[in-house]
């Protein structure tokens, strides 16, 4: 496939899909007042043509969501009706008691089962596609089963409605350009040439499609934290008002749309004592967050994010609307664990919540001078190291709390405090009296633990003297440019991948460093690390091999033949496809 870039004045695209059918854009561009009021109820629809008629016998102050009105419409509604009412749903969920939330209730579609069948669509927040073909009494989002309401739309993906974007739209010097342009990465300086935000996983197909079919370079961001290839000269689709949090507390699953953030399902799962694998930062996506691998502080217990994923909606290379599972498209799932963003556009995921009522969480600052002595206690004792119990030793040329050099044993266990205690009193042993601390047991939503920019990450089998010598004189040294270094333990259930894990990572490898400095402050390290990395914390897209084991990448290239031959989606921590041996094949 040959990929051209383009350069538009007005743009094309907003002539051949924006201007397509008004009446299904208007309500997702943010002109809901203008665009209902002076319609008549007929011209409502929303994909199905039917919006006027799913309205029509409801109270006028229902009616609110045609004025763009959301969270005013559903305020006087009955608390059965509050859950979603807010259009958004961590919103909802972080503001609302639980006792008003439909969707947190023990049945989770109780609630929607003594509603009238036409105001079901809404309430499940994908209005009118989701829930069109199903009968009346399957309306119920499946008694809790959320992935089998959606996976019908799947399945009508590739009717004509596929190609209708619904979303917004921006060209360069438009309103909202600039900013939705823009990467978390402050040296990106993306220039699309059109940005497609989409509403829907229809629209992903519909802009996905038109960029093909034009053969215009295609690449997708959500929050903008995993961007570190710019999107010049082509199509920059936007997955971030995808930003729906759907929590089972009964099963302890989630669903999330592609745009959600950590803080929203931390919000939701937090009231029920469950816990996400999230990782340091709650204000980070959790679609590629966890697509790469996903890192958290539960992770020695729990595993990494990707394992604990179910499913997840996949907008394929060729357009289509798929459900990956264990079970459906298998081959596509693995990959998609740990794969980044190379096997298609992830519309939504559903996985697995822990649970977790409260975490034993801090740090521990002693003197920089103990620092070679903490580093070389820790090689040692990490070996019998609690699961429930991760750990990682941080130094610094000025500690925030104390204004001077220091080392940290920093912390967190999902075990009891007491036992967390006691592991820990090897390590206290070697560092000496603490100059400060502040571990105390609190929430999993409401713990932060900080963490360190990954500017030069490696992995190490062990650590040995000349490694620690290093580290302790980058922070030491006077004149160094380096902020911080992190010593951190990995292993436990990261360790221990079930037979049909996906390809994250070394699971084999115990020890990361981070240094955060200039290049340079890390190149002594080079002769003693592994040589590997992990993709989430990969800044030089060139080292993209170095994230997978070797057989984990020869299966992911092969796959990626297949599945995406062309390499659509290559404006990423690219995977290139392998050669195809047989005839191109979709899974």
């Known amino acids: ?58 109270a006028p102050d229902t009616l609110a969501l045609h004025r763009g009105e959301v969270g005013e419409a559903f305020a006087h ?13 961590g919103d909802a969920f972080a503001h609302s008691p639980p006792e008003t939330l439909a969707l947190r209730r023990a049945q989770f579609g109780d609630p929607f089962a003594r509603e009238l069948p036409d105001t079901l669509a809404l309430h499940g927040g994908e209005v009118g596609e989701a829930f069109a073909h199903d009968p009346p009494e399957t309306l119920a989002l499946r008694r809790g089963e959320f992935g089998d309401a959606f996976a019908q739309a799947s399945r009508q993906a590739t009717d004509s409605n596929a190609r209708r974007f619904a979303g917004q739209l921006y060209i360069p010097n438009s309103a909202g350009y600039d900013e939705s342009r823009r990467a978390v990465n402050p040296s990106l300086d993306a220039r699309p040439v059109i940005i497609a935000e989409a509403d829907s996983a229809l629209d992903v197909s519909a802009a996905l499609t038109w960029a093909r079919e034009r053969q215009v370079p295609f690449a997708v961001q959500s929050t903008g934290h995993g961007t570190y290839v710019p999107s010049d000269g082509g199509m920059l689709l936007k997955t971030s008002a995808l930003k729906r949090v759907l929590v089972d507390p009964d099963r302890g699953i989630a669903r999330i749309g592609a745009g959600a953030r950590w803080d929203s399902v931390l919000a939701a799962a937090a009231p029920f004592g469950l816990a996400p694998l999230s990782g340091s930062s709650p204000d980070v996506g959790v679609a590629g967050y966890t697509l790469g691998g996903g890192l958290s502080w539960l992770s020695r217990r729990f595993g990494f994010a990707a394992d604990s994923v179910l499913r997840a909606e996949v907008v394929t290379a060729d357009g289509r609307i798929v459900t990956a599972s264990r079970d459906e498209h298998p081959e596509l799932f693995w990959a998609l664990r740990g794969g980044g963003g190379n096997f298609g556009v992830v519309t939504s995921l559903e996985f697995r919540l822990h649970r977790v009522a409260s975490v034993w969480s801090g740090s521990a600052v002693f003197p920089l001078e103990r620092a070679a002595a903490v580093l070389a206690r820790y090689r040692e004792w990490i070996q019998d190291a609690p699961d429930e119990l991760s750990t990682a030793v941080v130094l610094m040329p000025s500690w925030p ?73 980058a922070v030491r040294r006077p004149g160094s440019r380096v902020g911080a270094v992190e010593v951190r333990h990995w292993g436990g259930a990261m360790a221990r991948p079930t037979a049909d894990a996906g390809p994250v990572g070394h699971r084999h490898v115990p020890l990361s460093v981070i240094v955060e400095g ?70």
Do not use: C
């Open 1 to 58: 496939m040959t990929i051209k870039t383009i350069t538009f004045g007005r743009s094309e695209l907003l002539d051949a899909l924006a201007h397509e059918l008004l009446d299904t854009v208007a309500l997702r561009r943010g002109e809901v007042g203008e665009a209902f009021a002076n319609d008549p109820p007929e011209t409502l629809a929303l994909r199905r043509r039917e919006f006027g008629e799913a309205f029509a016998h409801e």
């Open 77 to 89: 509604n009955p608390p059965d009706t509050l859950a979603l009412g807010r259009g958004e749903f």
């Open 401 to 473: 709390s104390t204004g001077g050099p220091a080392v940290a044993i920093r912390a967190m266990s999902s075990g009891s405090p007491e036992d967390a205690v006691d592991a820990l009193r090897p390590l206290y042993r070697a560092a000496g009296l603490p100059l400060w601390e502040d571990f105390r047991s609190a929430g999993f939503a409401e713990t932060r633990m900080p963490g360190v920019a990954p500017l030069n990450f490696d992995l190490f089998e062990q650590l040995p003297d000349p490694v620690i010598e290093h580290l302790v004189d």
């Open 518 to 587: 200039p290049p340079e402050s890390a190149e002594a390290l080079a002769p003693y690390a592994t040589g590997g990395t992990f993709l989430n914390f990969l800044r030089d897209p060139s080292r993209v091999e170095s994230a997978y084991t070797p057989d984990n990448y020869r299966w992911l290239q092969t796959l990626k033949g297949r599945l995406d031959p062309d390499n659509v989606f290559s404006i990423n921590h690219n995977i290139v496809p392998a050669p195809a041996r047989t005839h191109r094949v979709y899974l």
